[in-house]
């Protein structure tokens, strides 16, 4: 069974925390990961790039001149694609880049997020995660004293919390998601997850088999 330390508000080390083997000591897939987070991504594009074709350009309803006799090349349209103004061969329309990717991937890549980073020391647990007040300041010198102060920190919640979310949203380097919005691709893209042990035990509620 992995373990880690859990530390309180002062950054001091408190006591040993026993995790989920399911969860937090699984075989990282770096595969599944790697196709999750492509299809996170491209699920944000808006696919809303457009071109013009031949027959949607305005204009070009009559033959510029006549077939034969004037030593020119012969053209049927000022709009054909070989025309400066012309229609785009091939050129992109409105489309959707979402890819398929089912549950069960999308939580294997999240164990396997989990266990990679708890490997790398990159996840820090708290007794508990609250602020008395919406305060940027507290926040911060909160992150200082927890050594967190220059990294990119995804702060994980058990649930909403205003003071917490409104108190961190305005640091450049930090992320709040409530556990409902966790996902693979902001696990990895930041340097500690930091989180309380209430959350801990949610996640294990939900991803556990």
């Known amino acids: 069974m992995p373990q880690t330390v859990k530390h309180n508000t002062n950054g001091e080390k408190t006591t040993d925390i026993n995790l989920s083997d399911s969860i937090f000591d699984v075989d990282v897939n770096e595969k599944v990961v790697h196709q999750v987070v492509t299809a996170q991504l491209a699920k944000v594009r808006r696919g809303t790039a457009s071109t013009k074709t031949r027959s949607e350009v305005r204009g ?109 949203r305005n640091i450049p380097h930090v992320k709040t998601l409530v556990l409902d919005g966790l996902n693979t691709y902001d696990l990895l893209n930041n340097d500690v997850i930091l989180m309380s042990e209430e959350a801990v035990r949610k996640i294990e509620e939900v991803l556990g088999e």
């Open 60 to 168: 070009g309803g009559r033959k510029p001149w006549r077939q034969k006799g004037t030593g020119r090349a012969r053209h049927g349209s000022i709009r054909s694609p070989l025309w400066v103004g012309g229609g785009i061969t091939f050129g992109p329309k409105p489309r959707s880049y979402n890819q398929k990717v089912n549950k069960k991937m999308k939580r294997l890549a999240l164990k396997s997020v989990l266990t990679d980073k708890l490997i790398n020391d990159s996840i820090m647990i708290l007794d508990e995660l609250k602020l008395d007040q919406v305060k940027t300041k507290k926040m911060v010198e909160l992150l200082d004293t927890l050594g967190l102060k220059d990294k990119k920190v995804l702060i994980v919640l058990p649930g909403k919390d205003k003071n917490l979310y409104l108190s961190a």
